[in-house]
């Protein structure tokens, strides 16, 4: 059973930045699709952005077009979500997760099966 650990969370100022990464435990992680997703109490998992097996392809959601990057370094078994322009909205739990879908790549959390216990990000206005 794979195990996914988030880390770079953290309280920052409006317009900051922060990273965060997500390191899998098994070195098979570089066949999969892996995604971020975020959540707020009393509200569904949102979707953020995914990234294809090989790198090539990635999708975000609307709202963070722009202003985040998700990104891997297979050596390292490690995935990777540059967050700019910080907004107090972006304030939720993020977590990481696996797919073995690739085409298309998922927006649906039912598209991914396993998941990191998540990270808090915290912007303050």
């Known amino acids: 059973q794979v195990q996914l650990v988030e880390s770079g969370g953290g309280l920052v100022q409006a317009g900051g930045s922060l990273r965060l990464s997500c390191a899998a435990s098994?070195?098979?992680?570089?066949?999969?699709?892996a995604g971020w997703f975020r959540q707020v109490p009393g509200k569904d998992r949102e979707f953020v952005a995914v990234?294809?097996?090989?790198?090539?392809?990635?999708d975000y959601a609307e709202s963070v077009k722009g202003r985040f990057t998700i990104s891997r370094d297979d050596a390292m078994n490690t995935i990777y979500l540059e967050m700019n322009a910080l907004k107090p909205e972006d304030t939720a739990v993020y977590s990481c997760?696996?797919?073995?879908?690739?085409?298309?790549?998922?927006?649906?959390?039912?598209?991914?099966?396993?998941w990191g216990q998540g990270t808090q990000v915290t912007v303050s206005s």
């Open positions: 997760a696996r797919t073995p879908f690739s085409s298309p790549l998922p927006r649906a959390p039912a598209g991914y099966d396993a």
């Open positions: 098994e070195r098979f992680f570089s066949t999969y699709g």
């Open positions: 990234i294809s097996w090989d790198g090539g392809r990635t």
